[in-house]
């Protein structure tokens, strides 16, 4: 015990048990006096230079003489508590790792969107059939931006249609990535005046971010579909969609080429 807290002999005897407590024993002190059948808990003690550590006390009464004592053996736990911190902190360590990679699982490295593999869970998953509006989209003209000016360039197209379709979506959305240009948006209890909303919101951000000189011209083709009950198959849903994308794409997508081959003959004749 000297040993322990740091005082001699004389120190020890003449000490009021009350200055070896911490801080925060004072509650479990008075519980453990409160319980004649004896208890076990932990509490916090202080050394002579106020250092804290961590002890277990074993709290019993004894009667000696027909007097009856409050008897505690004090055992130092100090190695067994950092130990189990280092169990606790590798643990919390695991279950970040583990978040992590499922994170990664999910989400598109590039825009930070779900992927293919979430937006397959969402629609296998149970609940599948409160998705009764889907938004299939797809960039205009992205495989000859890649062509032409590499990867970077198309990869900052698929980021900027990112960020529009990201304002035209609600927290209850899934957005996902789930393929090379292509995106969907999975709404639930939702209605077809609703998506025609978000597909008009979806064009006119589009018109925004090309009114700002952006280097690139951004389009995107919508296909919308619905279903009023829950009866139908949410795959069917998105083949409907699939459908309506691909049809408006076939009027729109040589506009979209035209500007941007535009663009390019600009760039080309500025280099």
């Excluded at 952006?214 to 795959?235: H, M, Q």
Aim: positive net charge; charged residues 30%.
């Amino acid at each position: 015990a000297l040993r322990t807290y740091g005082y001699t002999r004389d120190e020890m005897l003449k000490l009021n048990f009350g200055l070896l407590h911490g801080p925060d024993a004072n509650g479990k002190k008075h519980a453990a006096r409160k319980n004649s059948k004896g208890c076990l808990f932990e509490s916090l003690h202080r050394r002579k230079d106020g250092s804290p550590f961590y002890v277990e006390i074993s709290s019993s009464t004894t009667t000696v003489k027909k007097h009856k004592y409050l008897l505690w053996v004090i055992r130092d736990i100090s190695e067994r508590r950092q130990a189990e911190a280092l169990r606790r902190k590798d643990a919390e360590e695991i279950v970040k790792h583990l978040e992590e990679l499922k994170y990664i699982s999910e989400h598109d490295p590039l825009t930070g969107l779900y992927n293919r593999t979430y937006f397959e869970k969402v629609i296998n998953a149970q609940g599948a059939d409160r998705i009764n509006g889907i938004l299939m989209c797809d960039i205009n003209g992205l495989k000859l931006v890649n062509d032409s000016l590499g990867h970077q360039a198309g990869d900052d197209l698929l980021i900027a249609a990112t960020e529009v379709l990201k304002k035209c979506s609600e927290v209850d959305d899934i957005l996902a990535r789930v393929g090379g240009d292509e995106f969907a948006v999975l709404l639930y209890d939702t209605d077809m005046s609703l998506l025609n909303r978000r597909t008009q919101q979806i064009q006119q951000e589009v018109e925004a971010y090309n009114t700002r000189k952006a280097l690139l011209p951004l389009s995107i083709t919508v296909g919308v579909a619905f279903k009023e009950d829950r009866t139908g198959s949410v795959f069917d849903l998105i083949k409907i969609a699939d459908n309506n994308m691909y049809r408006q794409k076939l009027l729109s997508s040589q506009s979209a080429r035209s500007a941007i081959v535009k663009t390019l003959m600009k760039i080309l004749e500025a280099r």
